[in-house]
């Protein structure tokens, strides 16, 4: 029997259509001689549906439409139990829609990529490609991510961040903080977002105030960066675990503005989205080939100390006046799988979805050498409850 896929997409994201085409991108990617896959969409409402009409993109212009042709699903938070449900069945249609072997989850930006629904996976303990609970939250917040980073000894630009109920009680010293400590130009982004989304740039107090008042609209937690003016954003992408991974080519995208925007990495000057393979880019980077080994190394680092696993793509800024190199932010689950990125540095997008179902099986064995509970029974034992009345429990 062919190993059987699960691609999880859409979302209560953001980033739900890109979602969609990067899952669109990556199931047609997969080798069905090998494989088979089950596509189950997660509304903007929650809800979770599959079926084949999912597979075709064109499909998703209307969505009402779309999902009349599939059925509602859902799965049981339970140890093992890998079927995937309907929420409706009779007399003509069984309960159980499919058994998934492996979970590719392709959903960017909030309760997806930031560990929410890597929990729902790891609880069931189903194998999956991509990092864990824990890694995903720690990547997807650009707060706690650049304490890690910078503990570990990996550059990172100066920052200051707070609360959205912070910049409401204490705007005036969170002001003179950001001014004191970083200086204009600086950057305001949400904490947990991605995609560009609610990122903008200021050059004073009043621009500051507008841009954190933005940003404030999509996370509670915001960070106010130091800009570099003259600089060069480059990307590469990284695969694998922390203890054995490869970085890729590295690329470097081309902005219309001062910003990398959201139009800048996913409409790429075209009349329809075509996911991050469609922006404009230089790939591989026109850099020296000391500085794309050192960019490359950085990326290796920032996945290896952040514990992630699967495909990431680690976001870097050059300074062009002094060449330092800073880690800008890493994706877990990057735009599209970063797969034209691997494509250039000589691994087909088919090639890269074997080597995440190859991962994901290998973390499972790995896991199941480890112990998580004991077996045995404290009450039974005669033991109690700490702080309790004996024979009962406080």
Wanted: charged share 25%; aromatic share 8%.
């Amino acid at each position: 029997m062919k190993t059987n896929i699960g691609v999880f997409f859409g979302g209560r994201s953001t980033e739900h259509e890109i979602s969609v085409i990067s899952a669109s991108q990556a199931m047609s990617a997969i080798n069905r001689d090998r494989y088979d896959v089950t596509p189950i969409y997660i509304s903007k409402q929650g809800q979770w549906y599959t079926g084949d009409a999912l597979l075709d993109i064109a499909n998703y212009r209307d969505i009402p439409a779309l999902l009349a042709k599939c059925d509602k699903v859902f799965m049981i938070p339970e140890k093992d139990n890998f079927n995937l449900y309907r929420a409706k069945h009779g007399l003509f249609k069984k309960p159980v829609v499919a058994r998934l072997d492996v979970v590719i989850p392709v959903l960017h930006g909030s309760n997806g990529e930031d560990g929410t629904f890597e929990g729902i996976l790891e609880s069931i303990d189903i194998p999956f490609a991509g990092c864990n609970t824990l890694a995903s939250a720690n990547g997807m917040d650009k707060i706690t991510m650049k304490m890690i980073l910078r503990e570990s000894g990996i550059p990172v630009v100066d920052y200051v961040w707070f609360t959205d109920k912070e910049w409401f009680a204490k705007r005036d010293e969170l002001i003179d903080r950001i001014e004191s400590k970083i200086g204009y130009p600086v950057i305001v982004k949400p904490a947990n977002l991605g995609s560009s989304v609610g990122i903008g740039r200021a050059v004073d107090r009043e621009q500051l105030i507008e841009k954190v008042d933005n940003a404030r609209k999509y996370s509670a937690r915001i960070i106010v960066e130091h800009m570099v003016e003259n600089l060069k954003e480059i990307n590469c992408s990284v695969l694998g675990d922390c203890d054995e991974y490869q970085t890729s080519v590295c690329e470097e995208p081309i902005k219309s503005g001062e910003i990398l925007s959201y139009e800048d990495k996913y409409m790429g000057g075209s009349k329809g989205a075509k996911g991050m393979q469609a922006s404009q880019k230089r790939i591989p980077a026109d850099l020296p080939t000391e500085m794309s080994d050192r960019i490359r190394f950085l990326a290796g680092e920032t996945f290896r100390v952040l514990s992630c696993h699967g495909v990431s793509r680690v976001d870097v800024i050059v300074d062009a006046d002094t060449n330092e190199i800073y880690v800008n932010e890493i994706n877990t689950i990057p735009g599209s799988l970063s797969f034209y990125l691997w494509e250039a540095t000589g691994i087909s997008f088919e090639k890269l979805m074997d080597k995440l179902v190859a991962l994901a099986l290998k973390r499972q064995r790995d896991k199941s050498h480890k112990t998580v509970s004991y077996d045995q029974n404290i009450f039974a034992m005669g033991g109690g409850v700490k702080g309790g009345v004996k024979g009962k429990l406080k």
